[in-house]
């Protein structure tokens, strides 16, 4: 991820994390949309680690030389789901600016709040677009939270942010 403090963008392009989006999950007619899967096809590996003592305060990374996305593995199942779609977001719509300059980028702890960083916000716009897209979302959004989660397996926090952006 890119630190908070160091972004060739001054802000998010939301259409461009939607649309990004969008072209990988409109041909699903039902979630959950398997985004592990989807990483995979798209040359991106998947591993899930032992963060060690990092543990508590990473959920994960995308390595891009590697073309690689480390997920903790001692997070639960909604969590991973949305370090993966975050991470595979990073892969997509970040990869040209690491390449360009890779010292830019840095892992980003949990507990620091990505709101002012564009590649943050974008990489949370796609995971909350790809895990629960809006054309499956929308015939079942007056489900409740928990059930909403459950559907799409996510976790309701994720749930919970994605109904305030439909």
């Not at 972004?7 to 072209?23: I, T, V």
């Not at 996305?69 to 779609?85: Q, W």
């Not at 709040?113 to 790809?130: G, L």
Request: hydrophobic share 40%; proline share 5%; aromatic share 12%.
């Amino acid at each position: 991820m890119m630190t908070t403090l160091e972004s060739p963008l001054k802000f998010a392009r939301w259409d461009y994390a939607r649309r990004r989006a969008d072209e990988l999950t409109r041909d699903y007619s039902s979630p959950p949309i398997p985004v592990l899967e989807i990483a995979e096809q798209n040359g991106v590996n998947v591993v899930f680690s032992d963060f060690g003592k990092h543990r508590d305060t990473v959920a994960g990374f995308c390595d891009f030389e590697e073309a690689r996305i480390y997920v903790n593995e001692s997070d639960g199942f909604g969590r991973k789901m949305f370090t993966i779609a975050h991470e595979f977001g990073h892969w997509l719509l970040h990869r040209e600016f690491f390449e360009r300059d890779a010292k830019e980028y840095a892992v980003l702890p949990r507990f620091q709040k990505p709101r002012a960083n564009p590649f943050e916000q974008e990489a949370n716009c796609f995971a909350a677009e790809i895990l629960a897209p809006k054309h499956l979302l929308l015939p079942v959004k007056y489900a409740g939270v928990a059930q909403l989660a459950d559907i799409f397996g996510v976790s309701r926090e994720m749930m919970e942010n994605r109904l305030k952006n439909v």
